[in-house]
């Protein structure tokens, strides 16, 4: 969730180093020696942590870690986890041998909470001293992180990806199109219509224009970006009967019997929707930060928008995706561990960590800056504008394994199925949502 290729194969810059020193010289890094900070009480003074990590984010990892330690005293260790990132954490739980501080899927996080594994977060977050409050983080960030019945936080996103509007310049160019995405979005007139009549155009040329999946990332924003309501306050999902929501997915399953939109899961064997996007093939891809390593590899011109919205110039809520870092119950430090987690999703924290490029957006308000320094793409500032309004996992997925099993795999065999409608569509999905059978 941070850098690759060349800014991560270097060590700490002299910048970020001297940034990070001064910053903890001031106390607001410094993890206090002997584990006596914000957890309270005493303990060994070290802390061991792990994650998944592509070979740039564990640099960056190691990099953090280190600065960390020299400056606070306290010992930390840092793991990456290869291979089944989540069985492999569940087996060290259940052996006794699990690290102080580890991230957490939102596949995991439930079942952690559940089972009384996890440290709750929040008294810590609300002391007065505590170097990052819960009210700095987007606030659609959270639910996930607490209990199905609510009360505690047991888990604090490390930074996140929204779902945004990636295009291909060149393509649309090509296809006809006389306005970007970004340029319709800043006179106002992204719309469902613009859409609709980009996506014609492009089919028209003989290319893709927008694929939707199965994930509830992947087409829960097309309800939310025009309007529909997904869940009420209760947490049931109501989209079946939501005007809104009903009104996007009948515009969906249009453009999905026209050919403008594809679905993911009848694409070929070996047709992998980035790799679409990648090659020129698919003018636009509905993906977050994360693809930007890739991206800037590409000899084509590319930018971002947000999704369309009724308005044409609004930013719509829509999915966000994003980990959470998290203390062991039995940490044999806690107060050390909690330090740890507070000051790494930290303002400073994540702007160590984030800084020089990457393939992630901080998780909190303060650090817009991080998105834009490298200049790319053009409109890099709407990451952090879309994800502050976005939605992570709902809760009605992220605490029912079996909803998020079958989740995907219902959508799957409804959108291959002729006979579907938006309307049986949406009841289906709704119904397992809320355990109606």
């Not at 693809?291 to 999704?307: E, R, V």
């Not at 369309?308 to 561990?337: L, W």
């Not at 793409?377 to 079996?402: C, M, S, V």
């Amino acid at each position: 969730m941070t850098k690759n290729e060349s800014t991560a194969q270097q060590g700490v810059s002299r910048r970020r180093f001297l940034a990070f020193s001064a910053l903890a010289g001031a106390g607001s890094l410094v993890a206090a020696c002997g584990g006596t900070g914000i957890g309270g009480g005493g303990g060994t003074g070290a802390v061991t942590w792990g994650s998944w990590a592509n070979p740039g984010e564990a640099k960056r990892f190691r990099e953090y870690s280190q600065a960390y330690q020299k400056k606070s005293g306290v010992r930390i260790t840092y793991q990456t986890v290869v291979g089944d990132y989540k069985a492999k954490l569940l087996s060290q739980l259940a052996g006794g041998s699990a690290p102080d501080v580890f991230y957490v899927g939102d596949d995991a996080m439930a079942k952690l909470i559940g089972s009384g594994q996890l440290v709750d977060l929040a008294p810590a977050l609300r002391k007065s001293d505590s170097p990052v409050k819960e009210s700095e983080f987007f606030p659609g960030l959270m639910e996930w992180c607490r209990p199905a019945e609510g009360g505690g936080l047991f888990g604090l996103p490390v930074d996140c990806n929204p779902a945004v509007f990636w295009f291909n310049s060149d393509v649309l160019a090509k296809a006809g199109v006389s306005q970007t995405p970004a340029e319709m979005f800043k006179a106002g007139t992204w719309d469902q219509n613009a859409l609709t009549s980009m996506l014609e155009k492009i089919r028209a040329s003989g290319k893709r224009g927008l694929v939707i999946e199965s994930a509830w990332f992947n087409f829960f924003g097309w309800m939310t970006t025009f309007g529909g309501t997904l869940f009420d306050d209760d947490g049931g999902a109501v989209f079946d009967t939501d005007p809104k929501a009903q009104a996007a997915l009948e515009w969906m399953f249009d453009q999905l019997k026209s050919g403008n939109i594809t679905y993911g899961g009848s694409l070929p064997k070996g047709q992998g929707v980035d790799a679409l996007f990648y090659s020129g093939q698919l003018a636009t891809i509905q993906y977050g930060r994360w693809i930007l390593p890739n991206m800037t590899k590409l000899d084509f011109t590319y930018d971002i928008a947000p999704l369309p919205s009724e308005s044409g110039k609004d930013i719509m809520p829509v999915p966000v995706a994003t980990a959470a870092i998290a203390v062991n119950a039995k940490a044999k430090d806690k107060a050390a561990a909690l330090d740890f987690v507070l000051k790494y999703v930290s303002k400073e924290g994540q702007g160590f960590r984030l800084s020089g490029g990457g393939n992630a957006v901080p998780s909190i308000n303060g650090l817009d800056k991080i998105v834009t320094e490298e200049g790319v793409p053009r409109n890099a500032r709407l990451f952090t504008e879309i994800a502050r309004k976005g939605y992570a996992i709902p809760q009605a997925i992220a605490h029912n394994p079996t909803v998020a099993t079958k989740f995907p795999l219902l959508v799957d065999r409804m959108l291959k199925d002729k006979a579907t409608t938006a309307r049986s569509f949406s009841r289906s999905l709704v119904k397992l949502l809320n355990g109606e059978g």
